[in-house]
């Protein structure tokens, strides 16, 4: 999955012309260092524990011909979403943002998979109007959104005949495969607060995943699905080899406070459920090797500093500080923290808790 478009060039850019200065301050927060709009995961599937992470076809005999039967009438896309606000924060107050999904369906992505086609790139102040991009179908919007896969019929149908066909116009190689077709189609987010300015770059973000599609051809059968990692626990506490408690997360309808001595470590612990680790066989090994898919955790918070940016289940442990860099201001009474898991072929789950800072 590549799952962030973080006006990436803008950053680099500023990076090398640091590094040309003499006495320019390359002390550059972390990206783990969360004080604005960002999306931090985008998740294809429901948020319950290990719901599917990617579409599935199959070609049948229909009205006049074939026809393409998704397994499902729907996919549940979920953006997880950083929007802090107060003190220390970049925006003082919470606004409210919309939601836009939308399925790049220019030429390159459609037929260079796990590639995002130019005209699915143009998401700055003087671009065009995504909605009018030819490059780019609106799908709909919210922070949850059920996508009908009907929107995906044509797009996925258009693609399959032409490879099945030898390209446009016909009279290409065709060699027909022998095992379920599997595409990669980007899905895109952009978050924006409804009313915000739209040349202020603190009011937009957009985000980048891809839908894996298996497509099964008559007398095939389609592979087990992906289904999305669900997040263990978080154990959190003051000593490195003392006991932990599991902090309490945030739901929909509430984020109860854990309370946290500001200024001390904070030694985490972080995993997944059993099973969230699957095996399978990559769509493109005509070898079929057996693999077990790779978990590995992005930390996130609105004040302080990690010890790591990333972890996997062979090194599970981390520690937070509020105060060692970045402090929280000392008008904040609480800061929020972040732990988003992923796997390699798509699947993430994401939670977020807010610590309330005692002294």
């Not at 006991?243 to 309490?248: D, G, H, R």
């Not at 798509?346 to 309330?356: F, I, K, N, Q, V």
Request: charged share 20%.
């Amino acid at each position: 999955m590549t799952w962030m478009t973080r006006w990436q060039s803008l950053t680099t850019a500023l990076v090398l012309l640091c590094t040309s200065l003499v006495g320019c301050d390359s002390d550059i927060d972390s990206d783990t260092l969360v004080r604005e709009l960002r999306i931090l995961s985008l998740r294809i599937g429901s948020t319950e524990p290990f719901s599917v992470a990617d579409a599935q076809a199959e070609v049948k005999p229909g009205p006049g011909g074939l026809d393409l039967v998704f397994t499902s009438d729907h996919l549940d896309l979920n953006a997880f979403v950083a929007a802090p606000t107060g003190p220390g924060r970049r925006i003082a107050a919470p606004r409210p943002l919309v939601y836009e999904w939308f399925l790049c369906v220019g030429p390159a992505s459609l037929f260079n998979q796990g590639t995002l086609d130019p005209g699915c790139r143009k998401w700055l102040p003087g671009d065009p109007d995504p909605m009018k991009s030819s490059s780019l179908r609106y799908l709909g919007s919210g922070q949850t959104f059920a996508m009908p896969t009907a929107a995906l019929k044509d797009v996925v149908g258009g693609v399959l005949q032409l490879l099945l066909t030898g390209g446009p116009g016909g009279g290409g190689t065709v060699k027909l495969p022998e095992a379920p077709v599997s595409l990669l189609l980007p899905l895109i987010l952009r978050v924006r607060v409804d009313g915000g300015d739209p040349n202020d770059i603190r009011d937009r973000e957009v985000g980048v995943t891809y839908l894996r599609t298996w497509v099964a051809l008559p007398g095939m059968t389609l592979p087990a699905p992906n289904v999305n990692p669900s997040l263990g626990d978080l154990l959190a506490g003051p000593d490195k080899d003392g006991n932990k408690t599991a902090l309490i997360p945030c739901t929909a309808m509430s984020c109860p406070k854990n309370k946290v001595k500001r200024g001390a470590d904070l030694f985490l612990i972080g995993g997944s459920l059993p099973g969230s680790a699957q095996t399978y066989v990559r769509a493109d090994d005509t070898e079929q090797k057996m693999r077990t898919e790779t978990l590995r955790y992005s930390w996130f918070a609105t004040d302080g500093d990690f010890d790591r940016e990333r972890t996997g289940d062979t090194q599970p442990d981390n520690f937070w500080n509020s105060e060692t860099k970045r402090p929280a201001p000392a008008e904040a009474t609480s800061a929020t923290l972040w732990l988003v898991g992923q796997e390699e072929r798509g699947g993430a789950d994401a939670r977020s808790y807010e610590l309330e800072l005692t002294n």
